[in-house]
Each structure stands twice: as structure tokens, then as C-alpha cells.
């Protein structure tokens, strides 16, 4: 089987999960889409209203203002990269009433992350990126606690480059706020953007990793 199809068959576990109660509201899961040979794939929350509408990952706003970023900072396609979440169904405040009747959304529970997880660790080690890009707190606790970092506070790591091995494979780990934090907090979009020509420069090989061993 091709990293296509791999993907594809992960897709559709996901598609008819039932692990946890997020499957009785979800109109559509999200399990990610891109390119199966992404070198670089980004990493969300949670789907939101749009996203759990559309059964795809980051066509919102705040997914507006990533593809921005994407195709004008990075200067890629968004068809080139690979887009998911950690959490693949949308998590709304009431578990009684459809998401799609709900407005608002929730952040996910360590028991959702817990259970949803494995979807995303088997994404990771078909496609084997280069560089991971942790969108926002939930993204960064998951994927920087694989690699033994720990942390308190976003603010002080973001724009910053871990080293680890995810998915079998030696990896770059970079990690910004998330995107929909410009919409609530405008000052943020300057800081995102300012990271993104940061992860520019580290896809062209101009900057080097920042180890963790130079945060202690
Ligand atoms: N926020 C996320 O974290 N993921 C999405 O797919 C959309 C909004």
C-alpha cells in the first residue's frame, strides 16, 4: 500500500470512530488533508463549526489566515503541505444537541486528546515529515511531551525549534500560537507572521535547530 493509501484507510477508520462521545454530535469528522509526502505538516486543536461542516481541517477563519501564511510567508501551495489536528471531531460545550446546531466550540478534554491521539501518531509515521508545526497549546503539549519537553507557559517557547524523534523518524518541531489567536488578540498576527518568515528561513536550511539543552 502507497503513504496515499495508508493515509486514506486511516481517514476512514476515523471517519467511523466511535471511541468516544465527540462521534454523536460531529456532522463529518476531520481527519487532515495534504500531500502524503509532505515535508512539513501542521497541527491543530480540534475542528471548529466550519471545519466539522465541511469534514476538512482549517477552512474557517482562522484557517483563512493559515493558508495566508501557508502560500504568502512560506511561499507553498496549501495542497503541498498536510494539515490535521490532534483531535479529529469538532468538541462543542452541549454533548446533547448536533454541532452543527451549537455555535460555540470548547477546548478537548485529555481524555478526548488521550483517545484521538493514535489517529494522529499513525498520520506522523506514514508521512515522516521534516518539520512538524504545532498550531497553538494543545498541539505543543502533545507533540513536544513525545519528545521529553515539558512546558508552562506558550509564550516562552513559541518561535522556537525542538529536535526529536516523532514517528520513527528525526524531526524538526516548531512551534507558534494558533492561528485563530490573531483574530481574538490582533497584536498576535505580527508575532505568528514574524514566526512563519522564521520557519521560512528553517525550511531553507538557513537556521539552525535550537536543541533543549540551550533552555537550561
Ligand atoms: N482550529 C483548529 O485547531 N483546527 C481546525 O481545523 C480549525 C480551527
Not at 469534514?55 to 512560506?74: S, Y
Not at 468538541?91 to 477546548?107: K, S
Not at 518561535?159 to 516548531?174: A, L, M, P, T, Y
Not at 492561528?179 to 531553507?204: G, N
Request: charged share 30%.
Amino acid at each position: 500500500m502507497n503513504k496515499e493509501d495508508m493515509l486514506n484507510k486511516i481517514a476512514e477508520e476515523i471517519r467511523n470512530c466511535t471511541k468516544c462521545h465527540l462521534a454523536k454530535t460531529r456532522t463529518n469528522a476531520v481527519p487532515g488533508e495534504g500531500n502524503p509526502n509532505a515535508r512539513i505538516v501542521f497541527i491543530g486543536e480540534a475542528p471548529g463549526r466550519e471545519e466539522d461542516l465541511q469534514g476538512r481541517p482549517f477552512v474557517g477563519a482562522a484557517g483563512k489566515f493559515l493558508t495566508q501564511l501557508i502560500e504568502g510567508i512560506l511561499g507553498i501551495p496549501r495542497s503541498e503541505v498536510f494539515i490535521t489536528n490532534v483531535v479529529k471531531c469538532r468538541p462543542v460545550p452541549n454533548p446533547n444537541v448536533p454541532a452543527r446546531l451549537q455555535r460555540g466550540n470548547r477546548e478537548p478534554t485529555e481524555e478526548e486528546i488521550r483517545i484521538c491521539s493514535p489517529y494522529l501518531d499513525r498520520q506522523l509515521e506514514i508521512i515522516q515529515p521534516d518539520i512538524i508545526v504545532c498550531l497553538g497549546r494543545h498541539s505543543a503539549k502533545y507533540i513536544l511531551s513525545k519528545i521529553g519537553f515539558h512546558f508552562s507557559s506558550l509564550s516562552k517557547i513559541r518561535g522556537n525549534v525542538f529536535e526529536g524523534v516523532i514517528g520513527k523518524k528525526k524531526v524538526k518541531v516548531f512551534v507558534t500560537f494558533h492561528p485563530a489567536a490573531a483574530l481574538y488578540k490582533p497584536p498576535w498576527r505580527k508575532i505568528i507572521e514574524d514566526d512563519f518568515r522564521y520557519l521560512k528561513s528553517l525550511m531553507e536550511g538557513k537556521r539552525t535547530k535550537i536543541t533543549l539543552e540551550d533552555f537550561f
